[in-house]
């Protein structure tokens, strides 16, 4: 696919912007990010700013508002909500401006259970709105570890979450499948260093095609790479095609994605 323009629409539902206090992740602005969407063949990517989910969710969500001003045909923005940090005050800004068009949430980062109080705001903002919720999952975490979300889904179920990672490691894409099994309202992004063709493979065998979603974890994460673990997947095109945009459009509702006219639905 690289070098060339691929057959595939993409859509990544989970990517960063900007630098991280821990590491240094190289080109990480966005316009280096939409010359390697170039490359990818990928139409939107939605981004969380690194500052949003680390320092400061309100400073952050300015800087992602600010990287879909400067591309607004290629990147949409999740809104941060930091349980430490004013949720309230992020979920008004959230609801009064349409470039947002989701809710991230890093429960672990946080250091805070995703089934704990401070997101019932959240939970209930989405389920009245529609709007879909990414949240970090990993395996073995006392704050996000996948099966934690079905105590969310069984309250919240009209809203929609999607497990970043799928729970990283094998076991932790095990235990998110079967959550996801028993709670529709859960889908499965694949994004993570342990991430392989045949775990996404399993995924879509167990869950269906419909509720598996391409990201790229993009800076961290080469999209490049990412991107490569779902083209080389052995999967049929049909599911493919589902994984890499189809499902993004179908979820992406409340406030669609840039570049939804002529895209199938």
Not at 36 to 54: F, K, S, Y
Not at 69 to 93: F, S
Not at 175 to 202: D, F, K, N, Q
Request: with cysteine; proline share 7%; aromatic share 8%.
């Amino acid at each position: 696919m690289i070098g060339r323009r691929p057959g595939h629409r993409v859509v990544d539902v989970h990517a960063h912007l900007g630098p991280y206090s821990l590491f240094f992740i190289p080109e990480s602005d966005a316009a280096s990010m939409v010359a390697v969407m170039e490359l990818t063949g990928t139409d939107v990517t939605v981004l969380a700013a690194n500052r949003a989910i680390q320092q400061d969710a309100h400073l952050g969500n300015t800087q992602s508002l600010a990287a879909v001003d400067a591309y607004p045909d290629r990147i949409a923005a999740y809104a941060v909500i930091n349980p430490w940090q004013d949720p309230e005050r992020e979920l008004e800004r959230l609801a009064g401006d349409e470039r947002f068009v989701g809710i991230k949430v890093h429960p672990s980062l946080h250091r805070y259970p995703v089934t704990g109080a401070r997101y019932a705001a959240v939970w209930e903002f989405a389920e009245s709105t529609g709007c879909p919720v990414l949240s970090h999952s990993e395996h073995q975490s006392p704050y996000d570890a996948p099966a934690m979300f079905q105590a969310v889904a069984e309250r919240y179920p009209g809203t929609s979450i999607v497990l970043g990672h799928a729970g990283i490691t094998p076991p932790g894409v095990d235990e998110a499948i079967a959550a996801a099994r028993r709670y529709e309202s859960l889908w499965l992004e694949v994004c993570g260093s342990h991430m392989t063709g045949p775990l996404i493979r399993s995924m879509v065998d167990q869950v269906g095609s419909g509720r598996v979603l391409f990201g790229s974890d993009f800076p961290f994460i080469d999209q490049r790479m990412s991107l490569g673990r779902v083209v080389c997947a052995p999967l049929a095109e049909s599911q493919r095609q589902d994984v890499l945009s189809g499902n993004a459009r179908k979820l992406f509702r409340w406030r669609p994605l840039p570049g939804e006219r002529g895209v199938d639905q």
